[in-house]
């Protein structure tokens, strides 16, 4: 292992990217390097490997026109949405601004902050990426219908992780049903109705009063986000890892900020015991996966009838998750999730070993099979920037 003071990939020359981004699709005929049975599970069933509380490293964000900033001026901060009378979670659909979802971002932003970070020379970590891959290695023994692929690469010891946006998954963004999109603008508008731009114990009372009453017309803008970038170790993996972060509780902590951030998500009512059993099956998982790894206590859910009116918000403590659903039928358990995503992240260790940026391979599940490939791509136009690169070898 490189010492802390040696960046992985410091004295290398490497090309500069190409302009094309566009990942290559495997031939139906190549065959993997190598295989990896999810079943049976009871091979997850351990102990839970050791899980080091997340430590920031920096944060950054992206202003109303997708810009990258380095600062803190999307932080937003938490205060309660109004119950009486209900809001509308679908109310300002036709105003939003949408992202454009098209455009692939690859791991650009945590890059770009972590060519930033590297002015300090921080030591390296054995897999970078964002949250939502790890999250995804999180939940497929429990979520094994869901297709999923990914990009790795190895520069010195440490490897990167991008989603492969799938041709199905780039359509499905484009063509979204018109249920769907108004579920997924609720999550948004449910957020602007949590949320606040300055601590509420900073403001007078007026001022407080005008915030919360602007924010129920507040359009809806995609672009917006505030991002986490912290480090932390599942099993023997040092992982850096960036996370988009909701809100905070009060003020951002100096010591461990994300104790007091908080996640935010929707869900429709849970009028029956199917729904109920739904939630705590596919939507309890997710939200713990994310939350824990990103070291997060809190979930707030906000439930919406049929026609999007907000009916209730609950808090969940992201530690109570697995105990929920212990000794309950066909649930998620959490040391399976954990013992799979790290000998998953194994897996990838030995099976990504030629080193370069330009230098690729695939990571897929397929839910036919059941099973975890990796593919070598061969070169390819690399999706770790040349910013960064540079920042290595300086």
């Given at each position: 292992?490189?010492?802390s003071?040696?960046?992985p990939?410091?004295?290398?020359?490497?090309?500069?990217?190409?302009?094309?981004?566009k990942q290559p699709?495997l031939?139906?005929?190549?065959k993997p390097?190598?295989?990896?049975?999810?079943?049976?599970?009871s091979k997850y069933?351990?102990?839970c490997?050791?899980?080091k509380?997340p430590?920031?490293?920096?944060?950054?964000?992206?202003?109303?026109q997708r810009q990258m900033q380095?600062?803190n001026?999307q932080?937003?901060y938490?205060?309660?949405p109004q119950?009486?009378?209900p809001l509308s979670?679908?109310a300002?659909?036709?105003?939003?601004i949408l992202r454009?979802s098209?455009?692939?971002e690859?791991?650009?932003?945590?890059?770009?902050?972590?060519?930033?970070?590297?002015?300090d020379r921080?030591e390296?970590?054995d897999?970078?990426?964002?949250?939502?891959?790890l999250t995804?290695?999180?939940?497929t023994?429990f979520s094994?219908?869901d297709?999923?692929?990914?990009?790795?690469?190895?520069?010195?010891q440490?490897?990167?992780?991008?989603?492969?946006?799938?041709?199905?998954?780039?359509a499905?963004?484009?063509?979204?049903s018109?249920?769907?999109?108004r579920?997924t603008y609720?999550?948004?508008?449910?957020?602007?109705l949590?949320?606040i731009?300055?601590?509420?114990?900073?403001l007078?009372?007026e001022q407080l009063?005008?915030?919360?009453q602007?924010?129920?017309?507040?359009?809806?803008?995609t672009?917006?986000e505030?991002c986490?970038?912290?480090?932390t170790?599942l099993?023997?993996?040092?992982?850096?890892l960036g996370?988009?972060v909701?809100?905070?509780?009060?003020?951002?902590?100096d010591e461990f900020?994300a104790?007091?951030?908080?996640?935010?998500k929707t869900?429709r009512?849970?009028?029956?015991?199917?729904?109920?059993?739904?939630?705590?099956?596919y939507k309890?998982l997710k939200c713990?996966a994310?939350?824990?790894?990103a070291?997060i206590p809190?979930?707030?859910?906000g439930?919406?009838?049929?026609?999007?009116y907000?009916?209730?918000?609950r808090?969940?403590r992201?530690?109570d998750?697995?105990?929920?659903?212990?000794?309950?039928?066909r649930?998620?358990?959490?040391?399976v999730?954990?013992?799979?995503?790290?000998?998953?992240?194994?897996?990838?260790r030995y099976?990504?070993?030629?080193?370069?940026p330009?230098?690729q391979y695939?990571?897929?599940?397929d839910?036919d099979?059941?099973?975890?490939?990796?593919?070598a791509l061969g070169k390819q136009a690399?999706f770790v920037?040349?910013e960064?690169m540079?920042?290595l070898s300086?």
């Open positions: 292992m490189a010492s003071d040696q960046l990939g410091s004295k290398r020359q490497l090309p500069q990217p190409p302009a094309a981004t699709r031939a139906p005929e190549m390097l190598a295989r990896f049975a999810l079943h049976p599970l069933r351990l102990a490997p050791q899980f509380e430590r920031e490293l920096l944060s950054f964000s992206y202003d109303d380095m600062d001026r932080l937003r938490y205060q309660p119950l009486d009378p979670l679908y300002g659909i036709e105003q939003q454009d098209s455009k692939n690859h791991i650009d932003g945590l890059l770009a902050a972590l060519a930033h970070l590297n002015q921080q390296p970590a897999f970078v990426m964002y949250r939502g891959m995804r290695l999180f939940v023994p094994t219908r297709r999923w692929s990914m990009n790795a690469t190895r520069v010195g440490t490897i990167y992780v991008e989603e492969d946006l799938l041709p199905e998954k780039l499905e963004r484009q063509n979204l018109e249920q769907h999109q579920a609720g999550g948004y508008k449910f957020e602007s949590c949320m731009d300055a601590p509420a114990h900073t007078t009372a009063a005008a915030k919360l602007a924010r129920e017309s507040a359009i809806v803008n672009n917006s505030y986490s970038v912290f480090r170790q099993g023997p993996h040092a992982l850096i996370a988009e909701d809100c905070v509780d009060g003020e951002k902590l900020p104790r007091g951030y908080r996640e935010l869900s009512v849970l009028d029956s015991d199917r729904a109920q059993h739904s939630f705590e099956r309890l713990w994310q939350s824990f790894i070291g809190r979930v707030t859910i439930f919406r009838d049929d026609e999007g907000l009916r209730e918000v808090d969940i992201t530690q998750m697995p105990r929920i659903v212990r000794n309950k039928p649930m998620w358990e959490a040391n999730c954990m013992n799979f995503a790290s000998q998953i992240l194994q897996f990838l099976w990504v070993s030629e080193q370069g330009e230098v695939r990571l897929e599940y839910p099979a059941t099973e975890i490939r990796v593919h690399p920037t040349a960064y540079h920042s300086k």
